[in-house]
């Protein structure tokens, strides 16, 4: 990409782990709600647009498939908008860009409209305001990193269950068209998340803030060196997988309760109760991951995680009645709460602060690719599948060996093929940073000079090593 300025944040500079950093978890935690809850709370609205334009239930499905397409295809332009202007000023107008495609959508008097307005643009805006709200989340916590992830992840659920109800009543009060103009008018909020992005400041003194011009400008405005860390590739491969399986059974669950025989307002209600367990499971999951002795091996806690989330699928599958139902969705809500609290903490522990601005949009697109074209992840295939055999078992069994599948390479492929990173910086940039980050702690001259004679000292030992790539030590045991 061109050579500019890259926003990657100052060099050296401390997470505050806190202060100003709770305002940026608040903004993060509503910016995450409104991305994964909106296009499913938009889905309320589908019996309206059928009934006003004459189309099928699957011709307004595709405005979530629309919207979600938007949040994870354009991850890396959304890395590349970060890295060159800042995540405050693309936030600002991704909250612009979400509220303007709801309430044009208001106004559309065709299906495709609305695809462009609520679909394309309303995505685009809400894109552009999910990913950087993780990378300052990522930039304002470090020792607390796990539990602030937690607490933002629980976002998702907390809007699924305050937007779906809003969303009926506003159907109820004011038309699909009313709805979508006071929705819109909501999403503003983004811009408000955006305006706490605040920006971390080197110190007066800091070396960082003397950096020469030169260097900066070799900065790039997607970095795809990350694709030379193991332990990135790794990451990226499970995460592909995981994504054709995590997200059936909450589509599914509900008309499996109704295969069954059970009232819609029955089966719905397996959705609150899978939503009520994630919620809690999040926070709690984030707090269990900052521990001691969990944190240097957070990866095979989401290995764990995405495998007990498999097996629930897998048994999930052989419910025969309401209660196995009920059961399945507690046990669900726990295991997809652990997933959705360390699947970003994870990605930031083997990437690191200066490169997860590309890993994350790089990641997200893998995501989006695999959803579209992985051969047993299309929906048609799912719906042919239970058509053919009438059954919604064998879906619950193909979702549990993705996930379970995904958890298996994580895990033997860092345990196999990632090796353990010295906890030594190996480039003079990385030892520098480790000596800014040492004065911002207020050593004493003496602590100071025998750390700084000790790099010196490991940089004549050990040349740098150009193109070689280490893992973070919190990747591996």
Known sequence: MGAVVADDGPSGVKAPDGGWGWAVLFGCFIITGFSYAFPKAVSVFFKELIREFGIGYSDTAWISSILLAMLYGTGPLCSVCVNRFGCRPVMLVGGLFASMGMVIASFCTSIVQIYLTAGVITGLG??????????????????RRPLANGLSA????????ALSPLGQILQHEYGWRG??????????????????????????????TKEPAEKKVKKKLLDFSVFKDGGFVIYALAASIMVLGLFVPPVFVVSYAKDLGYQDTKAAFLLTILGFIDIFARPICGMVAGLKWVRPRCVYLFSFAMIFN?????????????????VFCIFFGISYGMVGALQFEVLMAIVGTQKFSSAIGLVLLAEAMAVLIGPPSAGKKRRKLLDATGRYMFVFIIAGIEVTTSALVLALGNFFCIKKKSEEPHTKEEAAEREELNKSENKSPEDAKVDSIEVEQFLKDEPEKNGEVVTNPETCV
């Open 310 to 326: 498999g097996f629930t699928d897998l048994m999930g599958s052989m419910s025969v009645d309401y209660g196995g139902l009920v």
């Open 126 to 143: 809400l894109a552009l305001n999910f990913q950087p709200s993780l990378i300052m989340l990522n930039r304002y916590f470090d020792k």
């Open 154 to 161: 629980a976002g998702s659920p907390v809007f699924l269950c």
């Open 179 to 208: 709805g979508f103009l006071i929705l819109g008018g909501m999403l503003l909020n983004c811009c408000v998340c955006g305006a706490l992005m605040r920006p971390l400041e080197p110190p007066k003194n800091s070396e960082a």
